[in-house]
């Protein structure tokens, strides 16, 4: 707990209940000010709700590093993560291929979601992903108000921002699912993935391809290597794109994430080697364990059958089950955490 993310949090946890934490804040309040001012006005804090939910309480691990950077990457780590094969292990990668990228991200940007200086006392976020959901939804408004935005995948934005808002704090994919994204969505306008002075983005490395394209992308190099070879990151992020620019999901964050939150029957039905979180679900996940409140638009709801495939599509599409994903899986889990009043999900 000892991070900045939390400063407040040991203490919370610490204290048995609620009632210990306000009795605490007004007691350090108190005699400066008549009127104590109440401890930020986070109405749904996330980690007092989790405190009340006994299931969620345990499978939460918040002192879990969410991020991967140059200082972290230790013997220890390198040991454990080569024996694990792809998505998420190091297996068959080269230690120098690993350690490249990783150098560039050495500095204190690289370990924060958000600077601390810049963290408001209350972090509200919202994750959007492409449900169908969100068309016609005119959520565009309340999604913009939250702190910071995550979008994953086909993050179209133009024509939409009366039900998707317009502001992006992090664009979150892996190269497969950005390509893959711009591939087969360019018709319905995704033509470029969000850019900007205040995006970030928020690698997930499922391959060796995530390592090579970031190391490619801060040093402001076409893709020297491997599938992406020739690619100018430039054309995906924009010009000037700096070393701050860039973060990185910790591969073992997003293990722990599959073994408590994520842990698919498919995994022991020899489905294993194609299992894959959905990229809206690990990213959830990481706002879960970074925001102190967190709302969830155009994730996959009970109603499902009622909205297209996305938001962007033309014509209504029945949402697609892929084989490697487990949606049904990830809808329970959405759904729990929303009666746990862990976060808010949106649903109509
Ligand atoms: C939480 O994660 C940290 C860092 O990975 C680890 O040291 C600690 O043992 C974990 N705590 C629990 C209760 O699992
Ligand atoms: C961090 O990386 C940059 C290159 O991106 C390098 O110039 C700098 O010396 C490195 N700093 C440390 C502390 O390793
Ligand atoms: C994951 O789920 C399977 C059953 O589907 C269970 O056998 C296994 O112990 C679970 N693993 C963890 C780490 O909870």
């Excluded at 991020?67 to 297996?91: E, F, H, I, N, V």
């Excluded at 992903?129 to 994953?152: P, T």
């Excluded at 794109?241 to 022991?268: D, Q, T, V, W």
């Excluded at 489905?271 to 879960?288: N, Q, W």
């Amino acid at each position: 707990m000892g991070r900045s993310r939390y400063p407040w949090l040991g203490l919370l946890l610490a204290a048995a209940g609620t009632g210990y934490f306000l009795c605490w804040f007004s007691a350090a309040w108190g005699s400066q000010s008549s009127e104590p001012e109440r401890p930020a006005a986070c109405t749904r804090p996330l980690a007092a709700a989790l405190q009340r939910h006994s299931r969620f309480q345990q499978l939460f691990n918040l002192s879990s590093p969410v991020l991967l950077w140059g200082g972290l990457l230790t013997p220890g780590l390198w040991a454990d993560l080569s024996q694990l094969r792809g998505p998420y292990g190091w297996r068959r990668v080269s230690l120098q291929a690993i350690a490249s990228t990783l150098r560039l991200l050495n500095g204190s940007e690289g370990a924060e979601l958000w600077a601390a200086s810049k963290r408001p006392p209350c972090v509200r976020c919202a994750v959007v992903a492409n449900g169908g959901i969100l068309k016609g939804s005119r959520q565009g408004r309340h999604i913009d108000a939250h702190d910071y935005v995550f979008r994953v995948n086909g993050a179209v934005i133009r024509g939409f921002e009366k039900d998707v808002g317009t502001k992006t704090s992090f664009y979150c994919f892996t190269v497969n699912t950005m390509k893959n994204s711009l591939n087969n969505y360019w018709d319905q306008g995704f033509r470029s993935v969000p850019k900007g002075r205040d995006v970030r983005y928020l690698f997930i490395p499922a391959s060796i391809r995530d390592y090579v394209m970031l190391r490619s992308a801060i040093l402001g190099v076409p893709v020297p290597e491997g599938r992406d070879k020739g690619d100018v990151p430039q054309a995906y992020f924009g010009p000037g794109a700096a070393a701050g620019k860039f973060k990185l999901l910790h591969p073992n964050f997003i293990h722990y994430l599959i073994e408590r939150f994520l842990n698919s029957s498919r995994i022991n039905r020899g489905a294993k080697d194609i299992y894959i979180p959905s990229t809206g679900a690990l990213v959830l996940l990481t706002a879960l364990h970074t925001c102190d409140e967190v709302s969830a638009y155009g994730f996959i709801t009970e109603n499902y059958r009622e909205f297209s495939n996305h938001y962007f599509d033309k014509k209504k599409e029945p949402l697609k089950f892929y084989a490697n994903h487990d949606l049904h899986l990830e809808a329970t889990l959405w759904k729990d955490l929303h009666q746990a009043g862990i976060m808010q999900l949106y649903q109509r």
